[in-house]
C-alpha cells in the first residue's frame, strides 16, 4: 500500500504553537511530544508520510538537528519507520515493546474522552439478555437487520418523539460510526463532497475521508446555525449528504430550535439534499427535551437518522441504528453484505431491556450530570478565569475558548503531567480550532478537581509567558 504525503504547512497548521520556550525540556524532546500527540489522537493517520527533515525544519524555523533528533526520538519509540530516500511513515509501535505512550501511563488521566463508565443497570441488561438468549438458539443467529422486538421498541420510540416510524425503516448497526460508514458507502464516491458542521464530530470526519470523500465545514456561529451559510454552501458545492448533528451537538452541547429544524428539513427538500442526522446524544438533556426529531419537520425530505446505545447507555454496548425509508433500509441491508453479518444478538437483547427500562435510571443520570456540568463550570472559572464556554444544554462536555491558539502545546505539556486533553483541532478541517478544547465532565467531582488543580500551573506557565518568547522560534 503507497503512503500518503502530508504537507509542511499541513503539518504546521496541526502543531499549532507546539513550543514552549521558558521549559528546559529540549526543543527536539517537544517537537517529539508534539508529533506522538498527533499520532496518538488519530489526526496524523496510520501510513502517512511526513516531510522530509529539511523541509520540516525550513517550516517549523528550527534546525535540522532539531527535527532530526525528534525524528530519531520517535522511531526509537515505534512511531516512525524510515527508509533512505522514502522518508518516515507514521506507525504504531508493537504491542510488546516498552514505548511510553499516554494510555501507558498508570496515573493518567482521561480528559479527551468524553463517555461514562457503565451503571448497575447495564449488569441487569446483560443478566436479563442472557436469561433470554436460549430461546434464540434454534435460529442461525444472523439477522442483518436486527433483532425484530428491539426493531419495534426503537420505531415506537420514534413515533413517541413525533416521528412516526415502522420497524422497517429501522436497522440496528455496530454504533452509529458504523452505520454512517455503511450509509457513505451507499450514497457517495470518491471525490463527493459531504457538508458537515464547523466544528464537527472528528470520527464523522474520519469517516467521510475513509470513504475518499471531501469534508466541507459550514462554521458554526456563537449560538445556533448559520442556515444562510448552510444554504449558500449546499448551492455552491453540489454535496451528495449533509451530516449534522441538531441534538446537543459535539462538541459545542447546543441544541437545534424546532424553527431550524424546519428550514433545514425544508432545505433539504429543496436541493434534494440527504441529511444524515446523528442523535446520538439525544437522551441527554438538562435543561429541557430536544425538540422532535429533524425528520419529523418535512415528510418530503430525504433524511437518514441515526441513533445509538453507546451515549445513553454504556460504549461498550457497541450498537447503533439507522432510521430510513424502507426502501433506503432494504438497500442498505443488502450493502451490509460486504461488510458484516449482523449485530450481536445479546447486545440487542441488552439494549431493548435498556430502552424498555430507561426511565428508571435516565433521569438520574442526566440529573448527575448536570451537577457535574455546573461543578464542572465552577472549577473552571475558578483555575482558568481566561477561559470563555458557554453551558452546554445538553451532551457530556463544554466546548472551550482560549485565549490564543494554545490547545495543542496546552496538551502537550498537560500529557507530560499525565492529563490527556482533546484539543480542538481533533473536532476541526485541516488544523482548526487550535484555539479551542472540549472538556468533558463525565468525571466524578473528586477527579476532576485533581485534574484542575494539576493542570492549573500547566497553563499558568502558557499563559504567563510573554507572548513574543512564545512565538520566538528557538533552535
Known sequence: MSSRRFGSQSLLRLLGQWQHTSSRTPLWRQLAQALRLLILDGRLALDTRLPGEREMAAALGVSRTTVASAMAQLRDEGYLVSHQGSGSVVVLPESSRKVPTRMQQQTAVDLSTAALAAGPEIHQAYQHALNLMPTHFANTGYDQQGLLALRETIARRYSARGLDTRPDEVMIVNGAVSGFALILRLLTGPGDRVVVDHPTYPLAIAAIEGASCRPVGVTLPASGWDLDGLAATIAQTAPRLAYLMPDFHNPTGRCMDAATREKVADLAAQTRTTLVVDETMVDLWYDA????????????????????????????????????????????????????????????????????????????????????????????????????????????????ELPEALATLFATR??????????????????????????????????????????????????????SLRQKKYI
Open 289 to 400: 427535551p430536544p425538540p422532535a426529531p429533524l425528520a419529523a419537520f418535512n415528510p418530503q425530505a430525504p433524511v437518514i437518522t441515526l441513533g445509538s446505545a453507546g451515549k445513553s447507555f454504556w460504549g461498550g454496548l457497541r450498537l447503533g441504528w439507522i432510521r430510513a425509508s424502507s426502501r433506503t433500509i432494504a438497500t442498505l441491508v443488502q450493502m451490509r453484505d460486504t461488510l458484516d453479518l449482523g449485530s450481536p444478538l445479546l447486545e440487542q437483547l441488552a439494549t431493548g431491556w435498556l430502552m424498555d427500562n430507561g426511565e428508571q435510571f435516565l433521569p438520574a443520570r442526566r440529573q448527575m450530570l448536570a451537577a457535574r456540568r455546573d461543578f464542572c463550570a465552577a472549577l473552571m472559572r475558578e483555575h482558568f478565569p481566561q477561559w470563555q464556554f458557554v453551558s452546554p444544554q445538553g451532551g457530556l462536555s463544554f466546548w472551550i
Open 414 to 467: 498537560a500529557e507530560s503531567a499525565g492529563i490527556n486533553l482533546g484539543t480542538g483541532t481533533r473536532f476541526g478541517l485541516q488544523g482548526a480550532f487550535d484555539r479551542y478544547m472540549r472538556m468533558p465532565f463525565t468525571l466524578s467531582d473528586e477527579a476532576m478537581r485533581a485534574a484542575f488543580t494539576t493542570l492549573q500551573p500547566v497553563w499558568a506557565s502558557l499563559i504567563h509567558q510573554p507572548v
